[in-house]
C-alpha cells in the first residue's frame, strides 16, 4: 500500500487542522493507520494516534487526548485526524504509518510511511 498524507500548513495557537492520509494500491481494511510526528531536532518519530483496520478501536497519545480525534472511511482508502486546540509543542512533521495486522501503538511495528507533512504552530 502507498500512502500519501495532506492538509498540513501554519496555524496559530489555538487553531485547528485536518490531516488526511489517502491510501492505495491494497486492500486498505486490512491495514491498522495510525499518525505519528517528528518534532524539530528530535531523531524520533512518536505516536499520536492509531486506528484499528475496522475503525472500531482508537488509541492516543496522552498529550492529544480530548484535542485530537482519528478517523477512517475505508470506502475512501483514507484516514482522518482532526487537530484543535494547537500548541506550540504540535508543531511537527507529521507521518502517516500502515501495519498489515491489528492495531498497536508501537511505531516500530508500522513498516509503511507516508513522506510526512509540516504542521506549525505559530502566531
Known amino acids: 500500500v502507498t500512502l500519501v498524507e495532506s492538509g498540513g500548513g501554519l496555524v496559530q495557537p489555538g487553531g485547528s487542522l485536518r490531516l488526511s492520509c489517502a491510501a492505495s494500491g491494497d486492500t486498505f481494511s486490512m491495514y491498522a493507520v495510525g499518525w505519528f510526528r517528528q518534532p524539530p531536532g528530535s531523531p524520533t518519530r512518536e505516536l499520536v494516534a492509531?486506528?484499528?483496520?475496522?475503525?472500531?478501536?482508537?488509541k492516543y497519545a496522552d498529550y492529544v487526548t480530548g484535542r485530537f480525534t482519528l478517523s477512517r472511511d475505508n470506502s475512501k482508502s483514507t484516514v482522518y485526524l482532526q487537530m484543535n486546540n494547537l500548541i506550540s509543542a504540535d508543531t511537527a512533521v507529521y507521518y502517516c504509518g500502515a501495519r498489515r495486522t491489528v492495531i498497536d501503538v508501537v511505531v516500530t511495528d508500522y513498516n509503511v510511511w507516508g513522506q510526512g507533512t509540516l504542521v506549525t504552530v505559530s502566531s
Open positions: 492509531t486506528v484499528s483496520r475496522s475503525g472500531s478501536a482508537t
